[in-house]
């Protein structure tokens, strides 16, 4: 079978083959397909099963068990928090502040303006021209005292990494609950609920499929002392914040993912790294324009565009060509509206429609990249000669 080369690993990741082992036996008729809420011996194994994988997610993340609130994946932990906060605040003196970035996904951006429908008001923090949180602006969003905030660990186009730390404790004298949305952040680089906890920071989303778990398992890691309200109400599962009978399985692999994490990180920052200066290197001789170079990005991920050049388009060819590539996010891709992260960094709108994000993942090799480069060279030499015939 045609495998094209796989470079969009912020999308989703392949599914490790030690994660499938560690779910089978909770998806087939061995003794793990009970009902974790059972009280016999099959519903045992599954619950153990649980609690077993809660204790891996907490141990990669830096958490407590206690502080796992399984979900269905990244989409619901950010809807939970932000939704689930709001449910439990009394309206008290109106209007009531919100506050997220500019360059959020899709999951954080759209709870939030529902919010602001109901009357809420949101204040979308702007970014600098590397897609930072802009000191002046959050100082200002921060002077209205919303009662929460979510601002993103590392952004899913540009790779570009908040200082999470920093604007936590910021936002501890406005006393407001604050979140991360760290979906693209876990497994590509250290980081610790416990310490951010401890900085100010209340809450973080997790996603399984990011880190060569299964699609469909996530997590919100929450401080207990948030009041937080179920977006699912039932038999009471995951203390109450998200009733349904789990999904087994994808938990399993979720944790096993997880606990897989702790030899992956180590051996491969620097791997990734190498990787991604030799794809810089080719794509600045190109001519592209890489997007949030020189601040502190993801170290697997490069978002570019080359001048002239349509986004969508050179994703066509590069796939025809056996690449697997993405036009800005992958979730947004039947979206034709340039990147709304590049629009926030103050990226034309022209410059904007020609992004591509490559994402290289632990299976990649240099190889696949110098070929992947003179692929990409060919391909837009022959673009910018059908553009020129066409003129
Ligand atoms: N947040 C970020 C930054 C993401 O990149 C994604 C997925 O693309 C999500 C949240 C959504 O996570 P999930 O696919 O698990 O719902």
């Not at 905030?149 to 570009?160: D, F, K």
């Not at 006393?175 to 416990?194: C, I, P, Y």
């Not at 100010?200 to 990011?210: E, N």
């Not at 030499?381 to 020129?388: P, V, Y």
Request: glycine share 10%.
């Amino acid at each position: 079978m045609f495998a094209p080369v796989y470079f969009d690993n912020n999308a989703t990741t392949p599914l490790d083959k030690r994660v499938l082992e560690a779910m089978l036996p909770y998806l087939s008729d061995q003794a793990g397909f009970g009902n974790p809420s059972s009280r016999h011996d099959y519903g045992r194994r599954a619950r153990q099963a649980i609690d077993e994988a809660r204790q891996q997610v907490a141990a990669a993340a830096g958490a407590d068990p206690t502080e796992v609130v399984f979900t269905s994946g990244g989409t619901e932990a950010n809807n939970l928090f932000i939704k689930g906060v709001a449910a439990g605040i009394k309206p008290g003196a109106l209007p009531l502040h919100l506050a997220i970035s500019a360059i959020e996904h899709p999951c954080v951006r759209e709870p939030a303006r529902e919010l602001a429908r109901q009357g809420w008001q949101l204040h979308e923090i702007a970014v600098d021209n590397f897609g930072r949180v802009d000191e002046d602006d959050y100082a200002q969003a921060l002077a209205r005292k919303p009662r929460l905030i979510s601002v993103m660990l590392a952004n899913n186009e540009t790779g570009t990494l908040q200082d999470i730390s920093k604007l936590a404790q910021q936002a501890l004298a406005a006393g407001s609950w604050f979140h991360t949305d760290a979906v693209q952040a876990l497994g590509k680089l250290e980081m610790n609920f416990r310490e951010l906890n401890a900085a100010g920071l209340h809450a973080m989303s997790i996603s399984a499929h990011k880190i060569s778990g299964p699609k469909g398992a996530g997590a919100l890691l929450l401080d207990k002392r948030v009041d937080i309200r179920p977006l699912i109400a039932g038999g009471g599962h995951e203390r109450g914040l998200r009733s349904g009978t789990e999904n087994v399985a994808a938990i399993v692999g979720f944790g096993r993912a997880c606990e897989l994490l702790r030899t992956r990180l180590a051996q491969g920052t620097a791997e990734l790294l190498a990787l991604r200066e030799q794809l810089e290197h080719g794509l600045l001789q190109l001519g592209a324009i890489i997007f949030a170079l020189g601040a502190e990005r993801l170290p697997n991920t490069v978002y570019f565009a080359l001048p002239d050049i349509d986004g969508e388009t050179l994703v066509g060819k590069l796939d025809r060509a056996g690449y697997a590539v993405a036009s800005g996010a992958a979730c947004s891709s039947a979206n034709p509206e340039p990147s709304h992260v590049l629009r926030a960094m103050g990226v034309a709108a022209e410059l904007a429609r020609g992004a591509v994000r490559i994402s290289l993942g632990s299976a990649n090799s240099a190889a696949q990249v110098a070929d992947f480069l003179s692929v990409l060279g060919d391909t837009v030499f022959k673009l910018r000669r059908m553009t020129a015939l066409a003129g």
